[in-house]
């Protein structure tokens, strides 16, 4: 987000069908506010695997489907059997995935309109191999990735290397732009030290990207979404 924040309404998604999460079968269908940890759970309770790589994204559905978000080499959209939403005009639609098209941290559907849900496939496993699973995502979250604030991945991987092993070959691990600094911990994330304003990161992501160009050919697309308006 800018500094100067957006100059119109802003709609949190919370209530109704928006924060339902519910089991059948082997589906799980989540409104668009239910955090994604949750889902990973309700996995659990049923005993559903396959969505353990969930846990550990602070997210919502929604932002989970309007990046295809990932981690731990899994995909939003790789779980989805039909997402639920709202055309600009209010009219509710459904589709399958098999109706929908899907790219890498890109779901075009979703700048126009507005997910109200969608149900999540997983595959039936012993609880103990689900657990296990869910320890080893948070364990290598927390041995591979800052525990400081940040926004998670700035750049999308390109083909040649992925973003944080470039920056660590680039030495740009602990360089800054004020209070913005790249972790040491991970090259693909940009760590808040405290009081970082929104410019100071911005700036940093650019000097990022002209030394990858500069020093590999590679031009770098930020993951993350750039939103509002310069302070």
Request: proline content about 4%; hydrophobic content about 40%; aromatic content about 4%.
């Amino acid at each position: 987000m800018r500094d100067g924040g957006i100059p119109g309404v802003v709609v949190h998604p919370c209530g109704g069908d928006f924060d339902m999460i519910q089991t059948d079968g082997a589906e799980i269908t989540a409104g668009a506010g239910v955090k994604l940890r949750e889902v990973a759970l309700a996995g659990k309770a049923a005993r559903l695997g396959g969505l353990e790589w969930l846990e550990g994204i602070p997210g919502t559905v929604g932002g989970g489907l309007r990046m295809n978000a990932g981690a731990m080499g899994a995909q939003t959209f790789e779980k989805i059997v039909r997402v639920r939403y709202l055309d600009a005009n209010g009219e509710a639609h459904t589709k399958t995935r098999d109706e929908l098209e899907v790219f890498y941290r890109h779901f075009p559907l979703l700048e126009k309109n507005f997910a109200v849900s969608a149900v999540f496939r997983g595959e039936p496993a012993p609880l103990e191999e689900i657990v296990r699973k869910l320890q080893e995502s948070q364990e290598k979250r927390r041995t591979s990735q800052p525990a400081a604030k940040s926004a998670g991945c700035i750049f999308k991987n390109p083909d040649a290397c992925p973003a944080g092993k470039l920056v660590d070959e680039l030495g740009l691990k602990n360089s800054r732009v004020g209070k913005a600094r790249v972790s040491e911990v991970h090259g693909n994330f940009i760590v808040n030290d405290g009081g970082a304003t929104a410019a100071e990161m911005l700036e940093l992501i650019e000097t990022i990207k002209a030394t990858a160009r500069a020093g590999r050919g590679i031009e770098l697309e930020t993951e993350v979404q750039i939103v509002g308006e310069p302070g």
